[in-house]
């Protein structure tokens, strides 16, 4: 049974430009949660998707968007990135629409804004 | 808005000692995690709360969960270099908030 998984692993970008990143969620699971983790921090919560909408927002700005596909994988957009955009980027899923609220983590993407 | 404090924020034991974690929220929550991380890695679940009183243990750490106190705690007993790590918890209430994390160093 796989778990959480994200793509890529690690992504440089220039300031200003656009990125992309990619989220599968463990099988069974409906809801993907999206985390922005700088170094030395604790995770802070972006947003929560569930049936293909954006269920829950954090203190995010609208840079940061994201969707939720048919088969409950999510994409997490950021554009006109900032240096202070560099951080791990974690996709957590869970099966919310079942009541189980537990959140399994992925592996992260290391996103370097220079 | 929901706050969460963790205290120590750096934890550094000897092998074989005791030593427990704070969790203090500011809201009511019934649920309330606990997670461990590696440097460089994600987050790897430990422990869920979901009711007053909770107490759940696994190998050296036990956790418990007082909502009235709004306050987990996280006990790590005779400690191993194992488990040195940053320590999270993490309380559900609108969204999923996050101490600021413990980082737990043992020594020799």
């Known amino acids: 049974d796989a778990g959480v998984t994200q793509s890529p692993t690690h992504l440089i970008k220039t300031r200003g430009q656009q990125v992309t990143l990619r989220c599968s969620p463990k099988s069974g699971h409906d809801t993907v949660s999206w985390y922005q983790q700088a170094l030395g921090q604790g995770p802070q919560f972006i947003f929560q998707?569930?049936?293909?909408?954006?269920?829950q927002r954090g203190n995010f700005p609208d840079r940061f968007s994201g969707h939720q596909f048919p088969n409950y994988s999510s994409e997490l957009n950021v554009n006109a990135l900032l240096l202070g955009d560099s951080a791990l980027y974690l996709c957590?899923?869970?099966?919310?629409?079942?009541?189980?609220?537990?959140?399994?983590f992925g592996p992260g993407t290391r996103l370097t804004v220079t | 808005e929901l706050k969460v404090e963790q205290n120590p924020l750096f934890l550094s034991m000897q092998e074989g000692k005791n030593y427990t974690i704070y969790c203090n929220y500011s809201t009511t929550s019934d649920r309330l995690y606990w997670y461990r991380q590696d440097p460089g890695k994600s987050l790897e679940s430990l422990f869920v709360?979901?009711?007053?009183?909770a107490v759940k243990q696994e190998g050296r750490l036990m956790a418990s969960l007082d909502t009235k106190a709004r306050l987990s705690t996280l006990h790590i007993t005779a400690a191993v270099h194992d488990l040195s790590a940053t320590y999270f918890c993490?309380?559900?209430?609108?969204?999923?908030?996050f101490g600021a994390g413990t980082r737990l160093t043992v020594k020799p």
């Open positions: 993490a309380v559900e209430s609108y969204d999923m908030r």
């Open positions: 998707y569930y049936e293909e909408e954006e269920r």
């Open positions: 957590a899923s869970s099966a919310a629409g079942t009541g189980d609220a537990e959140q399994y």
């Open positions: 709360l979901l009711s007053n009183g």
